[in-house]
């Protein structure tokens, strides 16, 4: 499901996403290669217009691994080793994003973030459908919270 109607369906983890995307506007994205080992891969992260996007340089080894095999994770970027702010998980598909009109909305939202922009066509744009989610906050009070469509939200606290 696009972002939008993962943030309808999960208000909890999509609320989570949305500050942490918006604050950070990067992600880690995980990929499979052409060899099937894994691929790690920092990615810009901008949404509108009810998407979440990933750009890509064009051609790129990561874009290419999208284009052949649509599966991939996007994890939120974790900055310290005690993990305070937790790690979001997304779960999903790429699709390739060759709408004309949505390529423009994206490119005025980067626009708008960072004052630059691609130009068309040098760069691959991909929308992530989301079909499940995690979030884990680490430390005391530790916080597990599970999402899929077929059994939505479960959340579980543990004090260490």
């Given at each position: 499901?696009?972002?939008?109607?993962?943030?309808?369906?999960?208000?909890?983890?999509?609320?989570?996403?949305?500050?942490?995307?918006?604050?950070?506007?990067?992600?880690?994205?995980?990929?499979?290669?052409?060899?099937?080992?894994?691929?790690?891969?920092?990615?810009?992260?901008?949404?509108?217009?009810?998407?979440?996007?990933?750009?890509?340089?064009?051609?790129?080894?990561?874009?290419?691994?999208?284009?052949?095999?649509?599966?991939?994770?996007?994890?939120?970027?974790?900055?310290?080793?005690?993990?305070?702010?937790?790690?979001?998980?997304?779960?999903?598909?790429?699709?390739?994003?060759?709408?004309?009109?949505?390529?423009?909305?994206?490119?005025?939202?980067?626009?708008?973030?960072?004052?630059?922009?691609?130009?068309?066509?040098?760069?691959?744009?991909?929308?992530?459908?989301?079909?499940?989610?995690?979030?884990?906050?680490?430390?005391?009070?530790?916080?597990?919270?599970?999402?899929?469509?077929?059994?939505?939200?479960?959340?579980?606290?543990?004090q260490l």
């Open positions: 499901m696009r972002w939008e109607e993962f943030v309808s369906a999960c208000p909890e983890l999509g609320s989570l996403g949305q500050e942490r995307f918006t604050r950070d506007q990067l992600v880690f994205m995980g990929t499979l290669r052409k060899d099937g080992w894994p691929r790690i891969s920092p990615c810009e992260v901008d949404l509108a217009a009810g998407h979440l996007f990933l750009s890509m340089m064009w051609r790129s080894v990561k874009a290419l691994d999208l284009l052949r095999d649509s599966r991939v994770v996007v994890h939120s970027v974790t900055c310290d080793r005690d993990g305070r702010d937790g790690d979001l998980k997304l779960y999903g598909h790429a699709v390739d994003i060759r709408d004309a009109s949505l390529r423009q909305t994206f490119r005025e939202a980067m626009k708008a973030r960072i004052d630059w922009a691609p130009d068309e066509p040098s760069y691959h744009l991909f929308s992530i459908d989301i079909d499940r989610a995690a979030f884990v906050k680490f430390g005391n009070g530790q916080q597990i919270m599970v999402w899929d469509p077929a059994r939505g939200l479960r959340t579980r606290r543990k």
